[in-house]
């Protein structure tokens, strides 16, 4: 029978032009199973990235309730959602389904430290939207444990960057870990068994750099999903709003990295 | 023997006279210190590496006469 086309049936494809790419596969990105750790700035445009890229899958933890500084760069968020001191995770739930009504997130309201061991590793892919060093070694370890790739943003005012970790191929968050980071982690698992609790200041931050930031992750998340491994980040997308550049720089495996030693069982 | 570390933040230099024994950690302090910076929020690159704050300036390969770059090292992006 001669196939007839419907004129005009082009534009009724949702995905018409992602599928231009030619490597797309919306099957591909709709099953991906994504874990979003941190529902803030990176957070909010990490998750309106994934689901306009197609993403139908997502896990979004987060702790925090919804407060007015966050509304200069929380594209959902709302002044009613901080007067009424709503959580985060739950917010962005309910307003990324406008976007797509098809869309299932699974908001958790809670510190991603006290979810079970394999938590993270059930899903494909993590994207790391955090602020501390803390939460982002617990992940990293926990995804690295599980060979579940984790694509890390950083933002401080008009600088970010985001790390694309692979395992057991790449280095880790871990690898390149600075002063700073080294002294916290120390203190944290010191022999005294207590927690440690830490004064962590407001970050300076700003819309225009974290959109670019969550959307170089969502980049590299299509990447991963669709096995493109040469394309991928290696290892560290460097991003410089104040000096108008940007980088990627490679980081070599630490050998003193606890995450990269032999599994003995 | 001595290498230069640049501020990539306002382009200043200085000379450091490092060993083949210390670290790219020690490098970060002493410049982040003599800059008035954080040392913790910074973190040292050589062209395209990013450099493990616990290499020796052994384990880096730097000669005499590199330059090494001071670049902001940013952790924020949720509150």
């Known amino acids: ?265 | 023997m001595k290498i230069s570390v640049k501020d990539a933040e306002t382009g200043s230099r200085i000379s450091m006279d490092v060993e083949s024994d210390n670290t790219i950690e020690e490098v970060v302090e002493s410049a982040a210190n003599y800059w008035n910076k954080d040392p913790g929020a910074y973190v040292v690159r050589f062209g395209k590496k990013v450099l493990s704050g616990q290499t020796t300036i052994k384990e880096t390969m730097l000669q005499e006469g590199d330059v090494v770059e001071l670049i902001p090292d940013p952790e924020g992006g949720k509150r």
């Open chain 1, 1 to 265: 029978m001669e196939q007839v086309l419907k004129a005009g049936d082009i534009d009724n494809d949702r995905y018409d032009r992602s599928k231009r790419l030619g490597w797309f596969d919306i099957e591909k990105v709709k099953k991906a199973k994504v874990l979003v750790v941190g529902a803030g700035a990176l957070g909010n445009e990490t998750c309106k990235d994934l689901v306009l890229s197609g993403f139908r899958n997502i896990t979004l933890v987060d702790m925090d309730r919804i407060v007015m500084s966050n509304l200069n760069r929380c594209i959902f968020f709302s002044e009613e959602d901080a007067r009424k001191k709503r959580y985060k995770a739950e917010v962005m739930a309910e307003k990324l389904k406008i976007i797509d009504s098809s869309v299932r997130i699974k908001a958790i309201v809670d510190k991603i430290e006290n979810l079970p061991d394999g938590f993270i590793p059930s899903h494909d892919i993590v994207l790391g939207c955090l602020d501390n060093i803390s939460a982002r070694l617990h992940v990293n370890a926990h995804a690295y444990y599980g060979r579940v790739p984790y694509i890390d943003g950083a933002t401080h005012g008009l600088i970010g960057k985001v790390q694309v970790v692979i395992p057991p191929e790449t280095s880790c968050i871990e690898c390149g870990m600075n002063v700073t980071h080294n002294k916290i982690r120390n203190m944290r698992y010191s022999c005294t068994g207590n927690d440690i609790s830490f004064f962590e200041p407001k970050i300076p931050a700003d819309i225009n750099t974290t959109s670019i930031i969550s959307a170089v992750q969502v980049q590299e998340a299509l990447k991963v999903v669709h096995g493109r491994w040469s394309n991928v980040i290696k290892n560290i997308f460097y991003y410089d709003g104040n000096r108008n550049f940007s980088e990627v720089m490679e980081l070599e495996i630490n050998p003193a990295c606890p995450n990269h030693g032999e599994i003995i069982i």
